[in-house]
């Protein structure tokens, strides 16, 4: 009822004008902290790929490692309609300040963590580029696969900042699929995840 209730407000809320702020960055934000895994509990895109496979989409997991020179390796896993798993392993290159990333073996020229309690919650903006088109993202990153009312909230508030509505988000259905691929470990932990 509460996961209805918030998805529901999200979808409010992004009926708002568009503006044209400039997109936060989680301030003196801190890797140690941010590493470990995620769940992807939410996603907003105006990219056409996203839009015409989202209702089929379920929870990927993210794996979060952070490099001594400021980088995050990534393992990410997208649950397969198959009852697979793909896993794809790439980098989030530093960027000019702390939380801002780039990673072009994905097309992703603007990667920002807009707001993290690190323990809960985490919400992202990610700029694409690919064919000379521009897409945006918002991700809503969770410790577990729920949703969580003050990382719902951030990204409701960010939403129509970025110029994304209503129908270009997507509450994505649990699933264990990728469990095994990327390896679980708690929220509260900073222990280095051990390689495959």
């Known amino acids: 009822m509460l996961q209805a209730l918030l998805a529901g407000s999200i979808l409010a809320l992004l009926r708002v004008t568009p503006g044209q702020a400039e997109v936060p960055i989680q301030a003196s934000f801190d890797a140690s902290q941010f590493q470990g895994v995620w769940y992807v509990v939410g996603m907003a895109s105006d990219d056409q790929d996203f839009q015409d496979n989202k209702d089929n989409m379920k929870m990927p997991m993210v794996s979060v490692t952070p490099s001594a020179n400021g980088d995050l390796a990534l393992k990410l896993g997208y649950p397969t309609p198959d009852g697979g798993c793909q896993k794809i392993d790439t980098t989030y290159a530093k960027g000019a300040v702390d939380g801002q990333f780039s990673d072009a073996a ?6 920002r963590v807009v707001a993290t309690d690190y323990r809960n919650y985490a919400v992202l903006y990610v700029e ?10 918002l991700q809503l990153y969770g410790r577990n696969p729920e949703m969580f009312p003050e990382g719902a909230q951030k990204m409701q508030q960010l939403a129509p900042q970025v110029g994304l509505n209503p129908s270009q988000g997507a509450i994505l259905p649990k699933t264990d ?5 990327i390896s679980k470990v708690s929220g509260k932990s900073r222990q280095d995840l ?3």
């Open 106 to 111: 994905m097309a992703q020229t603007d990667i």
């Open 128 to 137: 694409t580029q690919k064919a000379g088109t521009r897409n945006v993202w």
């Open 177 to 181: 699929q990728c469990a095994g691929t």
């Open 194 to 196: 051990s390689p495959e």
